[in-house]
């Protein structure tokens, strides 16, 4: 039975399953086996060097794998998807492989503390060059990109402080120059935000994140044009950052909710974002739904909606303020993750960017006093009580 359908909620359900539903089955298999076996030698080889499809090693893809792959793959609309291990080694194999010395990489200064930490620390080792820009400085990125570069990363919106790119006008200069563009769309989802359709080469994501929702598996994803991924595959299957096939199943699992999860995050974040805006101990707010924003136009130009992800920076440059109010919020847990159902909470200082040193954290634009909040699929009015609880009594307590 074949299943066409451009609707996210139903291809979260339905895409990329038919093949490997086995027997009677409804629900996709784990398949742990490590190896799979051929008699005829000639069929074994031709699966080996993808002639045919079919699977050869665990290292290399495997079945359950490969319907999250293409679950993913359809949600972006694109020809191909391959997948890893970790959002990290998504991010690193992705690079590493379009990247070779001698070649320049421009991207922003406030992209996931790790992605900048391969930038700073990891490609110059291999003679890669690169220049961070400001975030919203379009101008300043277009300059960058016409004094030559092979790959634009971008990071829309950005993780934690949630500014927003122009993501069609910049993909429209990075190829000009024959450069390949590269969009981490963890933060958007493919339910508000397909980065390909606006005009970027690859989409990737850390799976761990909304993609699976519950916490509890480790992934990452790109998608992108058949020939760009299946090297970007080879990479990663030789240096062998694989995706387990018990992740994969619980990723699986995960996107089936995807679109009804997103949708009440949505609609949640956009709640607290107006509640946060009017409290007296909040000096600002990050979210690209509220009007106030940057970038909101532009948000409003390339987004279906705005995402569960808002960032706030109490009105105080004390770090202990922080340490005083996240331990006061009772729904909520204080952790270095986004986009699970439950709502979590961090300071860059500890989460996002605990890799990078204060000084680093303020040339990129991230206060210490900033606060990521990733709405969860709570009742929205009991999340604004407790941070109304919370933020009273902190206040009340500094002011004392």
């Known amino acids: 039975m074949i299943r066409e359908s451009r609707n996210k909620a139903t291809l979260s359900v339905w895409a ?44 290399n893809t495997n079945p359950t794998v490969s319907v999250f792959e293409e679950k993913v793959r359809q949600l972006e609309g694109a020809e191909a998807a391959t997948s890893f291990s970790t959002g990290m080694a998504a991010i690193s194999n992705t690079l590493f492989t379009l990247l070779s010395p001698g ?34 400085d ?7 990109i016409a004094n030559g570069c092979q790959v634009l990363y971008m990071e829309s919106p950005t993780n934690p402080t949630c500014k927003v790119m122009d993501i069609e006008r910049l993909a429209q200069k990075a190829k000009s120059v024959g450069a390949t563009v590269i969009v981490d769309n963890t933060l958007a989802t493919p339910i508000n935000q397909n980065p390909l359709e606006l005009g970027a080469d690859l989409v990737l994501h850390s799976a761990t994140k909304f993609l699976g929702g519950h916490a509890d598996a480790l992934g990452g994803v790109v998608c992108g044009p058949v020939d760009t991924i299946a090297n970007i595959y080879h990479f990663r299957e030789i240096n062998g950052a694989t995706l387990h096939p018990e992740a994969a199943y619980l990723l699986i699992r995960g996107l089936k909710t995807l679109a009804l999860r997103v949708e009440r995050q949505n609609s949640t974040a956009m709640q607290i974002a107006n509640f946060l805006s009017e409290h007296p101990f909040i000096s600002n707010v990050f979210y ?58 961090a300071p860059p200082a500890t989460g996002s960017h605990v890799e990078l040193t204060e000084q680093e954290r303020a040339l990129a634009g991230i206060p210490e006093t900033l606060v990521r909040y990733s709405a969860g699929i709570e009742d929205p009015k009991d999340l604004i009580e407790d941070l109304a609880q919370a933020l009273d009594t902190t206040h009340a307590a500094l002011s004392g």
């Open 138 to 144: 379009f101008d300043a990125i277009e300059a960058e």
């Open 103 to 136: 070649d320049r990489c421009v991207s922003v200064k406030d992209t996931y503390g790790g992605t900048n930490v391969i930038f700073n620390k990891f490609l110059p080792k291999f003679g890669i060059d690169f220049v961070l820009c400001d975030t919203t």
């Open 16 to 59: 990329g399953e038919e093949k490997y539903l086995m027997d009677t089955v409804t629900q996709v298999p784990v398949v742990h086996s490590v190896s799979f076996g051929y008699d005829d030698l000639d069929k074994w080889r031709d699966v080996a060097l993808g002639k045919q499809p079919g699977h050869i090693y665990g290292r």
């Open 288 to 345: 690209p739904g509220l009007k106030t924003h940057l970038n909101h136009e532009i948000a409003v130009k390339q987004m279906r909606n705005f995402g569960g992800v808002l960032s706030f920076q109490l009105a105080t440059d004390d770090f202990d303020a922080v340490r005083m109010f996240l331990p006061k919020l009772k729904y909520a847990h204080r952790a270095a993750n986004l986009g699970a159902v439950e709502t979590i909470v």
